[in-house]
């Protein structure tokens, strides 16, 4: 069974501070794993993914994740944190390689923003 | 965007009656699912498939049923509403490729 941790149900950084969102995974699989960003009233939007390639992964917007597995996490990071980076952001696990592949989410962090 | 409709988008209903929601996609996914979000939960998996006529439950699938007759549509059936359905459902679909991509949701009352 695959289960994500999100700790850290709210974050709140000031603008142009480090951004770190903590995700911890269990797989019984080498896994695929995901960081999505929901802004308000919107679906979901990917950020970034790792599929067993580089262990550090850029995505959208700034942001970038780094598979650990012997730490079982994939944190995600900004350098430099703007306004608009406020949003909801999940965590997720999937075991791609299966026939019948789900993607189960963490409980997801808010991150806000303070000028 | 994956071309992925959720209808309604906006629901209220009584307890007691059956509700259903579409999730209809463009993109020909093998894939598709249906989760809720709740305050405090994320996004927790009711039922997803994995063809026409193969589906499958997911975390919180109790008072939830699902179908899939065609590809481009996945059914998700209340068959008798209550409050604690009273939620946000998307709708997800997976490709070839590795990333899910979903509806803008909707959002369902039951009074």
């Known amino acids: 069974a695959q289960s994500v941790t999100q700790l850290g149900s709210h974050v709140s950084v000031s603008e142009g501070a480090l951004v770190l969102l903590r995700c911890n995974y269990s797989s019984s699989v080498p896994p695929y794993l995901f960081w999505y960003v929901q802004y308000p009233n919107q679906g979901l939007q990917l950020l970034l993914k790792y599929t067993s390639a580089a262990t550090l992964v850029k995505g959208i917007n700034g942001f970038e994740a780094e598979f650990k597995k012997s730490e079982t996490s994939f944190h995600l990071t900004k350098p430099s944190a703007h306004m608009s980076d406020a949003a909801e952001y999940f965590c997720?696990?999937?075991?791609?390689?299966?026939?019948?592949?789900?993607?189960?989410f963490g409980s997801g962090t808010r991150l806000s923003i303070r000028p | 965007d994956a071309g992925i409709t959720q209808s309604p988008r906006h629901k209220v209903t009584e307890t007691g009656t059956p509700v259903t929601l579409r999730c209809h996609q463009t993109e020909n996914h093998r894939y598709m699912y249906w989760y809720r979000q709740d305050p405090g939960h994320g996004l927790r998996l009711i039922h997803y498939?994995?063809?026409?006529?193969?589906?499958d439950k997911g975390e919180v699938s109790d008072g939830y049923s699902v179908s899939r007759s065609k590809t481009e549509d996945f059914l998700l059936t209340l068959e008798s509403a209550t409050s604690s359905q009273t939620s946000v459902y998307f709708c997800a679909t997976l490709g070839e490729s590795t990333e899910a991509f979903f509806g803008q949701g909707t959002r369902l009352t039951v009074v």
């Open positions: 997720a696990v999937s075991d791609g390689r299966s026939s019948a592949s789900k993607i189960i």
């Open positions: 498939s994995y063809g026409v006529k193969d589906t």
